[in-house]
């Protein structure tokens, strides 16, 4: 049985991503994510200003009338949340861990993709695939996903974001759009994410936290690695120690950066002590000025 306090919490992010849904993403979302082309929806009369390379010239010659046929566009699409469940997402220096902000942002694109009529689904990882929900519509299963997000215990506290890479290469059945959510704080995924991007619209958010890179200045402190469980002491008064510490952090992602231009990745990268809304905002505007 699922605790209350997981149910209400389920619940406040409802209502709190309801309102961004409604006010800030859901246009957003429908003009930068298109459907998988177009498809009939009707014949209707001719009228002027209509292409008339939408001519249906069987209807005109059976009524003698010029009819045009309208399509729309197959709006329908698969939304493939892959969420990051090891231990450093049990990290946070601010208000909230690493592994809330990413509920709380998946949510808000589910919600928008279901306002869509979207489908969507959920893969959680940590070394392997812990969790698998197929994407679907509706409100009660976009629920169920925030509650696995929020309630799951996964089996293991280590990373290994190619294994979750390769089971959608292998699961995904039709082009979706893949939202891979992590700190990519991991070796070796580059290969498996560069063929998800060409078969797929992947998108990688990456939630960072300041402290992980620039420590405060209070002395000796005994370091754990959330994954590995290995301890280290670390004197952060030490300048050289915590520069070379800083730097490597900081080489780490700007690698990643620069690999996600190459492939052509669309990367949105998350503070934890700030806001997620206006990053994600940007996303939005500049996805829908490159396709307009």
């Not at 890179?213 to 280290?232: N, R, Y």
């Amino acid at each position: 049985m699922i605790p209350k306090e997981i149910l209400k919490k389920v619940r406040h992010i409802e209502l709190h991503t309801r309102h961004l849904v409604n006010d800030v993403f859901s246009g957003e979302y429908h003009s930068v994510f298109k459907g998988q082309g177009m498809e009939f929806a009707e014949v209707r009369e001719y009228q002027y200003g209509d292409d008339i390379r939408a001519i249906d010239w069987n209807v005109t010659a059976r009524y003698n009338h010029p009819y045009v046929k309208v399509l729309e566009e197959e709006r329908e699409l698969n939304v493939m949340l892959m969420v990051d469940a090891s231990g450093s997402g049990a990290f946070g220096s601010y208000e909230k861990f690493k592994s809330e902000i990413a509920a709380e942002i998946c949510a808000l694109i589910a919600f928008s993709a279901i306002k869509n009529n979207d489908k969507v689904g959920l893969l959680i990882f940590t070394d392997d695939v812990e969790k698998y929900i197929p994407p679907r519509k509706g409100r009660s299963h976009v629920l169920r996903v925030i509650r696995e997000l929020l309630y799951f215990k996964p089996q293991s506290t280590q990373t290994n974001i190619a294994n979750g890479l390769e089971y959608l290469l292998k699961g995904l059945k039709r082009r979706s759009i893949v939202f891979i959510v992590s700190d990519f704080d991991d070796d070796n995924f580059i290969k498996p994410l560069r063929v998800l991007n060409r078969k797929h619209d992947a998108v990688a958010i990456q939630i960072l936290d300041k402290r992980e890179k620039d420590l405060p200045p209070i002395g000796l402190v005994k370091m754990q690695d959330a994954e590995t469980g290995d301890e280290i002491w670390v004197n952060t008064l030490d300048k050289k120690f915590m520069k070379l510490y800083a730097d490597y952090i900081g080489e780490k992602r700007e690698k990643f950066s620069k690999e996600a231009k190459m492939m052509d990745l669309d990367l949105i990268q998350i503070d934890t002590a700030e806001s997620y809304v206006e990053p994600l905002v940007r996303f939005f505007k500049m996805r829908e000025r490159r396709f307009r």
